[in-house]
């Protein structure tokens, strides 16, 4: 079977394939970024091998193939492999972050590990890795969030480690690798990814601006990746006085270098406040929640029109559940937010996110349970979500949607029903969005007047790359969105055995088949290498569908009546859009219900 992997790098959000010439105009998609990733299936192999997707899953669950980004990584088993890489960047790397799986332990629960990084071929350090915050299993329960191995199915092989590289930084020209020696003792090492950079110093603090160890909040600096330091003091009493007195006094709150723990359940509550950190790689606010929680679980932050930026955000949660730590990283409503320069991993969602003109920009969030960014209409009890924005953000790993818009039109039955409006003019653009092992790329759901625009959606594990339709019965209908200019590769799913596309338009992604998808533009996309058909299509109206490219589907190009996503009716128009790469017993295109009104002129297939 011919391995159908491209091996790439990608440098400052810009996706520069080795193969795919014919497209090699088309990679202007997704967020700008200070560092630049490596893919381990481009790296250089001594020893070690590549394991990689090569044909449609053929059931329901996961495997780490197909966790990967790339659908590909390189795997460490014997002493002396390793995998390497030459700096080509043209600036020095000072900062890693590796994702990679390491094994669970036997009972469950994850094992630390160390690997060794070279330089120039010359030992520089041991980096630590863990699996505290990965390896769930669902074989007694599809999508379940157990964490006993013996249940089977596992799923959740990745996460993030990162660290700062030890004596001078990796040159220009220099190799780097990363070494299994006879010191480095699991048994499998497992390489993904990894992204490289050279940050700039912390910030000073600025003038006038409120310290929270002016209130007694006290840095500590051991590592935050799953393990924390049971040592350290609390300082969520005293980072919460010193947003209360920040508050009071108009003044910026300033988040010092460290790492700052919230040992409990509580969440930091923020109205009307600018609070300012040394940088995503410095200022850490770390919530080590007690395990297992038998009570609430709020968000680490709960934000009210008020600027966050420069913090990195991380806790201790081992599955998507409460019992297990789960709370969100930032909950957000209210007018004119801003949250920027952000790193949010290992929580539940990273930003869940109403009210009306706020805007997320600039973040990474890598390694968690549940959604990247849910620009909604119900967080903190907002009831509406209007002008808002989420751009330039990297988002990788996520247990469920990267990235959503989600427009709810109620919740509750009967006389605790409790309605909201409808969302409208949400932005969400310049992104890059990889790796969701347990949702979609982008899911677009209800509303009217999105911009859904130059994205980058890719490998997405289990479902579609980018929905247009709706959520729920209790969702809000779709219209009037245009969707425009991204690029989806190697998106689609097997998920509840469905064979989902990499775009679907319409109602039934959630599996109510319920609702109105109507007037939305579908135009300039490129789908490259989807796992199942290109696009499909579901019960939807008046949909423009103009000038999209697939290329090399794995099943089928554009498809009317997608399998499990019935299109009983509907109606859209095709216009310019292309096909090629289609593989023999598959069709470029295909309406499969004579009730759907397709008008087609210009298309190649």
């Known amino acids: 079977m011919i391995d159908r992997i491209l091996p790439v790098r990608r440098a400052l959000g810009v996706l520069i394939p080795a193969l795919l010439a014919a497209s090699a105009g088309a990679y202007a998609e997704g967020a700008r970024t200070p560092f630049v990733s490596y893919e381990a299936e481009a790296g250089h192999l001594n020893g070690s091998h590549l394991v990689s997707l090569t044909a ?69 350090q041991h980096v630590d890795l863990n699996s505290h915050q990965s390896w769930i299993y669902e074989g007694q329960s599809y999508q379940a969030s157990d964490q006993n191995p013996a249940s089977g199915k596992p799923r959740a092989f990745f996460d993030d480690s990162h660290f700062f590289v030890q004596g001078d930084p990796i040159g220009p020209g220099s190799t780097f690798s990363f070494r299994k020696d006879s010191d480095n003792t699991a048994s499998f090492y497992d390489i993904d990814v990894i992204d490289v950079e050279n940050p700039p110093a912390p910030l000073a603090q600025p003038v006038g601006s409120l310290s929270i160890t002016d209130c007694g ?53 923020v109205n009307g406040l600018t609070i300012q950190g040394a940088g995503m790689w410095y200022s850490t606010i770390d919530r080590q929640v007690p395990l297992p929680n038998n009570g609430g679980l709020g968000a680490l932050f709960q934000v009210h029109s008020s600027t966050i930026r420069g913090l990195h955000l991380d806790s201790n949660a081992t599955s998507r559940e409460s019992v297990d730590g789960a709370g969100g990283a930032m909950d957000i409503a209210g007018d004119n937010w801003l949250l920027e320069n952000l790193w949010t991993e290992h929580v539940l969602s990273g930003y869940w996110a109403a009210g009306n003109g706020g805007t997320i920009r600039n973040n990474r969030v890598t390694s968690v349970w549940a959604d990247g960014c849910n620009l909604n209409n119900v967080s903190l009890d907002a009831h509406q979500g209007n002008n808002l924005t989420a751009t330039n953000n990297f988002i990788r790993g996520t247990g469920d949607d990267a990235m959503a818009i989600n427009s709810v039109h109620y919740n509750g039955d009967g006389s605790n029903r409790v309605y909201y409006d409808a969302m409208t ?10 790796g969701a092992w347990n949702g979609k790329g982008i899911g677009v759901y209800g509303g009217s ?37 991204n690029q989806i590769e190697r998106a689609g799913g097997n998920g509840f055995d469905q064979g989902q596309p990499a775009i679907h338009i319409g109602n039934g992604s959630d599996g109510q088949n319920v609702g109105v998808v109507d007037g939305n533009v579908v135009t300039g996309n490129i789908v490259v290498q989807p796992m199942f058909d290109g696009i499909g299509f579901s019960t939807s109206t008046n949909t423009q569908l103009t ?29 310019n859009n292309s096909v090629s790469g289609v593989l023999p017993g598959q069709v470029a ?17």
């Open 217 to 269: 909040a006290v840095p500590d600096n051991a590592p935050t990746r799953g393990r924390g330091d049971n040592n350290a003091p609390d300082s969520y009493g005293a980072i919460q006085n010193c947003i209360n007195q920040a508050q009071s006094q108009h003044r910026v709150l300033w988040v010092p270098p460290g790492t700052f723990y919230l040992k409990g359940t509580q969440g930091l509550i």
């Open 449 to 485: 007047g999105h911009d859904v625009e130059n994205n980058l959606i890719a490998d997405t594990a289990r479902y579609t790359g980018l929905g247009v339709g709706r959520f729920g019965v209790n969702g809000d209908d779709l219209h009037n969105s245009r969707i425009a200019g």
């Open 425 to 434: 003019n949400i932005h969400e653009t310049n992104n890059t969005l990889i």
């Open 589 to 605: 295109f295909r309406n499969s219900e004579p009730t759907f009104i397709v008008t087609q002129s210009g298309n190649s297939w």
């Open 547 to 575: 000038g999209n490219t697939v290329t090399s589907p794995w099943r089928n190009g554009i498809v009317i009546g997608a399998p499990f996503y019935p299109a009983k009716n509907g109606s859209a128009t095709l216009t």
């Open 56 to 124: 449609a899953p053929t059931d329901r669950f996961a495997t780490p193939a197909l966790e990967a980004s790339g659908h590909a990584y390189v795997e460490l088993r014997r002493t002396g492999e390793e995998i390497w890489w030459s700096n080509d960047t043209g600036q020095p790397i000072s900062y890693i972050d590796v994702r990679a799986s390491v094994p669970d332990a036997a009972q469950g629960g994850g094992i630390d590990t160390t690997l060794n990084l070279y330089v120039n071929g010359v030992f520089r």
